[in-house]
DNA sequence: GTCTATATGCTGATAGAC
DNA sequence: GTCTATCAGCATATAGAC
């Protein structure tokens, strides 16, 4: 594709959306101002309504995109049939996935009180999505015998917590790997569901 | 004690702590105005600061004061000295007290970045004093071989997490008393550290 | 595509009247 | 103890020059 002298559309989106995402992890939506993300893309801050409509956007978008990415990346993964299997194929994905995305993760449930009320609703519909994904798991192991889960709703929340809750405390610095971090939750999550 | 005819402070100071714990949940921190606060309590902004130095006073109290109370409540509970019946004392304990106070774990859990680092660090004091009270019930059944937990650190924050949890899904008016959801996250988390 | 300049309004906090 | 009035600054978003 052709291209305009001196225009940088496309790295300027992407670096300011970058910029937003780590100052909205750090601060909170609330607390960042449009300046402040202007000065880390290295523009001025009329120059952002050339990529974003209003503030509200780029907060849904971020959002959006983490949960389309998430949910694309979930349904790529190679799984076989066996629920104990797929269990912990989960809790590993889940944990290793969001080990490499905290700043997505953090704005992504942290920051769902900022959206507007019909931004809200459409995130909720891609948060249920990939709750249902573990949800149809912990039903088949149910079905199959294999599990424990007399109920599937709140057991799936409850290992979602679980897993979600490594990114709160979980620093690169840390005595343990992400590997063996999600192995050692992938035992727990499954004795959580009554596998010995 | 006597009171000075017009004044109200001893009833202004509460209804100024409990409408910012209200609108800091709601909206979080930084989205709240002073003046928001002052609306909800009936008085003009001025007012608010006969009872707070200034706004980031007001959340690290709201903090403090439900990090020690919760403390004391756990230290008050009375508890034997069998592993098993003290997890799952802690876990029933944890859900039910954290329920019944909706809008201060959510200030306390999602407002850490909004202090100072000072204050930051005070809190954090709090919040791994009850974190150490998990730990040792997990220590004790490790010790005792009751349960089944490689690593210690891991599990306490894998288990505090996981019942957390239920404050962002819990609703009144759901199919599912207190009690009721306080008793199955109880039998995961038995299950989870290994008690079949 | 980015800049500067600007509009309109809200922010936390203080001073002084009552 | 509470009010009104106010300060100085920063917010989002837009208009028009280059």
Same mark, same amino acid.
């Given at each position: 594709?052709a291209r305009?002298?001196?225009?940088?559309? &496309?790295?300027?989106?992407?670096?300011? *959306?970058? #910029?937003?995402?780590? !100052?909205?992890?750090?601060?909170?939506?609330?607390?960042?101002?449009?300046?402040?993300?202007?000065?880390?893309?290295?523009?001025?801050?009329?120059?952002? =309504?050339? =990529?974003?409509?209003?503030? +509200?956007?780029?907060?849904?978008?971020?959002?959006?995109?983490?949960?389309? &990415?998430?949910?694309?990346?979930?349904? #790529?993964?190679? /799984?076989?049939?066996?629920?104990?299997?797929?269990?912990?194929?989960?809790?590993?994905?889940? /944990?290793? =996935?969001?080990?490499?995305?905290?700043?997505?993760?953090?704005?992504?449930?942290?920051?769902?009180?900022?959206?507007?009320? &019909?931004?809200?609703?459409? /995130? %909720?519909?891609? *948060?249920?999505a990939?709750e249902? +994904?573990? %949800? &149809?798991?912990?039903? +088949?192991? +149910?079905?199959a015998?294999?599990?424990?889960?007399?109920?599937?709703?709140?057991?799936?929340?409850?290992?979602?917590?679980?897993?979600? @809750?490594?990114?709160?405390?979980?620093?690169? %610095? @840390?005595? !343990?790997?992400? %590997?063996?971090?999600?192995?050692?939750?992938?035992?727990?999550?499954?004795?959580?569901?009554?596998?010995?």
């Amino acid at each position: 594709m052709a291209r305009k002298t001196g225009s940088h559309s &496309d790295i300027t989106g992407p670096k300011i *959306r970058a #910029a937003a995402l780590r !100052l909205f992890a750090r601060s909170g939506f609330a607390a960042v101002s449009m300046r402040q993300i202007a000065a880390e893309v290295g523009v001025q801050a009329g120059a952002l =309504y050339l =990529y974003t409509p209003d503030k +509200q956007s780029l907060l849904f978008d971020l959002m959006q995109s983490h949960l389309q &990415d998430l949910l694309a990346a979930w349904r #790529a993964q190679p /799984i076989g049939a066996d629920p104990h299997a797929r269990l912990k194929a989960f809790a590993r994905f889940h /944990i290793l =996935y969001h080990l490499d995305r905290p700043d997505a993760v953090f704005v992504a449930y942290m920051e769902l009180r900022s959206l507007t009320a &019909d931004n809200f609703a459409r /995130i %909720e519909i891609l *948060r249920r999505a990939y709750e249902d +994904q573990l %949800e &149809d798991i912990l039903r +088949q192991g +149910q079905a199959a015998g294999v599990f424990q889960v007399p109920d599937s709703k709140l057991a799936t929340l409850a290992v979602i917590a679980m897993l979600t @809750g490594v990114n709160t405390w979980y620093r690169r %610095e @840390g005595r !343990l790997s992400p %590997e063996r971090v999600a192995d050692l939750y992938a035992d727990m999550v499954l004795r959580a569901v009554g596998v010995p």
